[in-house]
């Protein structure tokens, strides 16, 4: 048994919350179970799927990426894009249950040429400011 001056301790404030998060880091939660601060940092943007559109086939089904959980811890927002001319074609938050909130069921083009659309996954940083994958 380790000697009492080696054990740790843990003081909460606020009715707040502690969680030990994948290899043993502790997150401390504020009282409406938040972790933006200190588990914020480990969201990294990326990229959650591709798909390329265009006449003969304008539709991209994105009712798979639909529902709680389908989201990385930390993400935030989401955005559909299409990458060669960086047109948005939507965008949102991502709730606490890492769901992509108002995700559309599909993306429709109306153009011939090859369109190359992303399902972007982006972090807000401590500014309010977004990053998003580079593509």
Known sequence: MPDKNDR??????AKGRIGVLKGGMIAVLNKNG???????????????????TNSAD?????TPYQGPGKARNGSTH????????????GNGTV????????LPDQFRTSYSYNGYIELQIGCEDENGNIDWPYT
């Open 8 to 13: 740790g301790k843990i003081t909460l404030f």
């Open 78 to 89: 989401w955005r559909i894009i299409e990458r060669s001319y960086r047109l948005t074609y």
């Open 95 to 102: 709730d606490e249950y890492r769901e992509l909130v108002n």
């Open 58 to 62: 304008p539709i991209w089904d994105l």
């Open 34 to 52: 938040e972790c933006r601060t200190c588990c914020g940092g480990d969201c990294e943007p990326y990229i959650m799927a591709r798909k390329t």
